[in-house]
Every structure is written in C-alpha cells, then in structure tokens.
C-alpha cells in the first residue's frame, strides 16, 4: 500500500500551492520520489508500484512465480486505465491478462532485454473463443494473419478488444507511449479494426506506435509495451529516440 501513497504524494507535491503562485516542478521532486532510473536496458526501479489483480486485469499464471509486476506510477496507472477502457466499451467480462513488468526493484531480469526500470509491460492479447466469449490463458498464445492460433484451436484473436486497448494506451493523457511491438500480421488486423472504430488521427498514432520487431522475438503472443521517462524522474531517467510527434 505504501506504493499507492506515493500516488498521492506525487501528485499533491507538483500541484499549484494554496496561494496559486508557486508551483512545484516535476523536476525538482525530491530525488527519493523519483522512480526510473537509467535506461530500460540498464537501469533500476525505485518506489516501484504493483500492478495489482482486479475486475479488469489479472496476472499471467505462468509470470505469477517470479512477481515481476512492479512499474513506475505512470505504467501502472495506464494499464489500469486501458483495461478498464475495454471493459467499458466492449463489455462480456473480459480482463487484460498482464506478463511481466519489471522487478521490485528494477534492474537486470532473465528473459529480457530490457524491463529494467518500470517503464516496460508484458501484456497478453485478449481472446475469445468461437461464440465470442472472452477467454483466459495461462501462457501467451501465438496467432498467425487470419486471427487463428494454431496453438489453441477453437480460441481467436480478439480485433475489438486489442485495438480498443491500443486505441487508449496511444491516447493517454498521462503516461507517453514510445511503441508497442506487434507481429506484422497483427498489427495489420488492428489497423483495420481502427479503421472502423476510431477517428484517423487515433488510428495514425497506432500507425506509428505500433512496431514490427526487425529481430528477436515476433511478438506473435503478446504486446510489448515501453513508455517514455516519466516527466518528474527526469533527468536521471533516461530515454532514447525514435520520439513520437504527438508528444511535445
Ligand atoms: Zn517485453
């Protein structure tokens, strides 16, 4: 719980004081409340906040072992919020399944290159089966162009969840999405689904956004997704390009 607290705390410390005159930067936060250090590939986490189990997010069975389902606030929060956006526009109950973040305390994990300090996410597809319910797996399923997964017949990927997703995590007012790898085949599935369900300036951000692994893992069986430094851990977080246009 002392996690959340920090919630509040960061948000009363950069708000305009009572007099409506002086106003705290982010920058100037005390260093102990910043929470990503270095880079996502060299970095650590501190003042982690957990991603918890709720009506709309559960944790990946086969990433409940090693408990890594700690981010910086601003990850954490946009999770919550993009779940909770499907579960509003398209509702039947179905929660995000979420992979693994970083460790408690950041810093280098196995199986990873990078989720190092809180700024990356581990999130599996939604699915649904044949009459269109939504299911739950315990591991990420691979799905090929025509939404199928060879792995689990019978079980689909799911266009109108997964792009309502997208649609929010690139639209956040809050956390600033860098990318979100996706297999070519997918990612042409959710343009297209964004297509009729979204204005285009939505649709063009998901363009960019949304980024084709040149190597390394496909990402066939699930999203992964970085944010940009948070703006209070600057300058001790640090960041790389490519910067997306709609950030100032
Ligand atoms: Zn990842």
Redesign the pocket.
């Given at each position: 719980m002392a996690a959340f607290g920090l919630f509040a705390v960061l948000s009363l410390t950069t708000g305009v004081e009572a007099d409506g005159e002086t106003r705290e930067s982010a920058s100037s936060l005390h260093p102990s409340l910043r929470q990503s250090i270095g880079f996502p590939f060299q970095g650590r986490l501190q003042n982690g906040v957990l991603l918890r189990e709720s009506a709309y997010i559960r944790h990946m069975p086969d990433c409940l072992r090693r408990g890594r389902f700690y981010g910086t606030g601003a990850l954490v929060r946009l999770i919550e919020g993009a779940a909770y956006r499907v579960a509003q526009r398209v509702p039947g109950g179905a929660r995000l399944s979420v992979?693994?973040l970083s460790a408690r305390t950041g810093g280098r994990v196995t199986g990873?290159n990078?989720?190092q300090n809180g700024r990356?996410?581990?999130l599996a597809f939604y699915i649904h089966d044949a009459q269109g319910r939504p299911r739950e797996a315990t591991r990420f399923i691979n799905f090929r162009s025509d939404g199928q997964s060879r792995e689990a017949p019978g079980i689909f990927f799911d266009d109108v969840r997964n792009w309502e997703m997208i649609a929010k995590l690139v639209s956040d007012g809050s956390a600033q999405i860098q990318y979100i790898?996706v297999s070519g085949p997918l990612r042409e599935r959710l343009l297209r689904t964004g297509a009729s369900r979204a204005p285009r300036a939505i649709v063009e951000r998901a363009r960019r956004a949304l980024v084709v692994p040149r190597e390394g893992?496909p990402?066939a069986n699930?999203f992964?997704?970085?944010i940009y430094c948070p703006e209070g851990d600057r300058p001790t977080c640090r960041d790389r390009g490519p910067w997306q246009p709609w950030y100032r």
């Open positions: 992979g693994e990873h990078s989720h990356d996410a581990d790898f893992h990402h699930h992964h997704v970085r």
